[in-house]
């Protein structure tokens, strides 16, 4: 048996090899409309006592998730001519680049008006296109970990630039405040 949490132990009795053990619990009753009732106190009889459980210590569970759950923005609006520069390593799936706030879900990856989307071929090769409002408009380009991003917007024109190469221009301009958003698909990305 169990002791309640309240329980005071009074004594402990042994009996043909058998620990008992006799308890008090005390309590005042519970008045709705009024003060609680004064405490009262139980005595139990002998009950049979068991070994102290040692403690479990708490236990945590990981699960990885697959799916666009996840986004964030930079705390700055940016206006003008602006240029965002990273580099990235191993994705399962990353879109970062230019943003307007507050336009949709922060996991929703077709909310990045210009950006980049890093990911791996099925054999593991790192891999990254120009993904603009959910549309890759680019070829897929190989990289490595330490190679250069850059989203670069200059009078309007976007231009995308692999280690300082520009491999593609947009058709879409972009004007106004925007800010460095991104959205993340698996546990375990992240953006350098």
């Avoid at 970990?145 to 300082?164: I, N, P």
Wanted: aromatic share 10%; hydrophobic share 35%; glycine share 8%.
């Amino acid at each position: 048996m169990q002791l309640p949490k309240d329980a005071t132990i009074l004594g402990y009795e042994e009996q043909n090899g058998v620990t008992y053990v006799r308890y008090m619990i005390c309590r005042s009753v519970f008045v709705q409309t009024a003060p609680p009732g004064p405490v009262t106190c139980t005595t139990y009889p002998e009950q049979k006592a068991e070994p102290a459980m040692p403690a479990v210590p708490p236990r945590r569970e990981y699960d990885s998730v697959f799916e666009w759950n996840a986004g964030a923005d930079s705390a700055d609006e940016l206006d003008g001519d602006v240029a965002m520069r990273l580099t990235m390593s191993r994705a399962v799936g990353v879109v970062v680049g230019l943003s307007v706030l507050d336009e949709a879900e922060l996991s929703d990856p077709a909310r990045i008006r210009h950006g980049l989307y890093f990911h791996q071929s099925e054999g593991g090769r790192l891999q990254a296109c120009v993904l603009e409002r959910g549309r890759r408009v680019s070829p897929i380009r190989l990289y490595d970990s330490q190679d250069t991003w850059e989203v670069r917007r200059v009078g309007g024109s976007v231009d995308y630039l692999h280690d300082g190469q520009r491999f593609y221009r947009s058709q879409q301009a972009s004007y106004g405040l925007v800010v460095v958003g991104c959205a993340i698909y698996a546990t375990g990305d992240f953006i350098e």
